[in-house]
């Protein structure tokens, strides 16, 4: 009961838009998890994967840790410039591989439009995540 309801009042002292960002790192860190027990599985070989720290960064960022949001600003660039780079690739004709598909066998908005979302997906996590509100909430109180 206690860590239900302490975990009730995490949701509640935070604004929506901070909880949607974590669940995406949640969803993230999870999808990243099952891959690497997917590699245990099917190839017998433990392969860890940089997404699984997607699963602590759920929980730092509910819990207004410093750290987790730094290191949620860093996944959150490196997936900017991928999906820039990965439009780029794209629209010079360039072979990438969404889901095991091969963007070459797609037609070219298809192609581009998993990058153009991913890209702005970034881009509202970022603004998320800078926001003075936000900002606020994971600055230690002295």
Request: aromatic share 14%; proline share 4%.
């Amino acid at each position: 009961m206690f860590k239900t309801k302490k975990l009730m009042n995490m949701f509640k002292q935070n604004p929506l838009r901070l909880i949607i960002v974590a669940f995406i790192f949640l969803i993230i860190g999870l999808e990243g998890l099952f891959e690497g027990i997917t590699t245990l599985y099917n190839e017998h070989h433990i392969s860890i994967v940089p997404q699984i720290l997607g699963i602590p960064v759920f929980w730092g960022l509910l819990k207004h840790r410093k750290g987790w949001r730094t290191l949620a600003l860093f996944f959150i660039w490196i997936e900017t410039v991928g999906s820039l780079f990965a439009m780029v690739i794209i629209i010079f004709g360039m072979n990438v591989r969404f889901f095991g598909i091969s963007s070459l066998k797609m037609s070219f908005p298809l192609a581009l439009v998993p990058c153009v979302a991913i890209f702005l997906m970034a881009l509202w996590q970022y603004k998320v995540l800078t926001s003075k509100k936000i900002k606020k909430m994971f600055i230690p109180e002295k």
